[in-house]
């Protein structure tokens, strides 16, 4: 998923942790691998994950937020799964470097393992975003519906720097 390019991107890089935290990557890898195995239907079920925190305010993991009224809780979200794979992750990262690594850096590399896991390309996913702290249900207007018409929904990617065969990609219509 890569929508529209923000004034954040420029700060983004591929080698954000090399020094504060260069095993990240690889506990990310190795913990969608265990969890893979176990379970395959983590893999679409992270990119899901992804898409929803994705669509509503940026990759900013305010997806992830517990809470009452939070978009985690929000009715087109509750079909959710995979927080607690983002969550053994996190945990993971931060018993080796504690307070470094964002949770939106975590649920963008974890959604790019879920793809090269279920043998779709591996790409470098630029690193450095901030967690959100906001996170309210009423924001989750923004995704797509199941009862949008294929125009709405080819419209709401659009607006997103998305086409047709993102939605395809990522909607499966």
């Known amino acids: 998923i890569v929508p529209s390019r923000s004034k954040v991107d420029q700060f983004l890089t591929t080698s954000y942790y090399s020094k504060a ?14 969890s893979f195995r176990l379970h395959p239907r983590i893999a679409p079920a992270m990119l899901k994950l992804l898409f929803s925190d994705c669509f509503v305010q940026g990759y900013d993991a305010s997806v992830l ?19 607690d794979v983002i969550e053994v992750i996190k945990s993971q990262i931060e018993s080796v470097c504690p307070g470094v690594v964002s949770c939106a850096d975590i649920l963008a590399l ?42 709405e929904m080819l419209r709401i990617f659009a607006n997103y720097g998305l086409n047709t065969e993102d939605f395809v990609a990522l909607i499966g219509q």
């Open 65 to 83: 937020i517990s809470g009452p009224n939070t978009e985690r809780t929000a009715e087109a979200n509750l079909n959710l799964r995979g927080f």
């Open 110 to 151: 974890a959604a790019r393992e879920a793809v090269v896991l279920t043998k779709g390309p591996y790409w470098e996913v630029k690193l450095g975003r901030r967690d959100g702290n906001v996170s309210l249900a009423a924001n989750v207007k923004s995704l797509p519906s199941q009862t949008d018409s294929l125009t």
């Open 21 to 34: 935290c260069p095993l990240a990557e690889s506990i990310v890898q190795a913990t969608m691998k265990a």
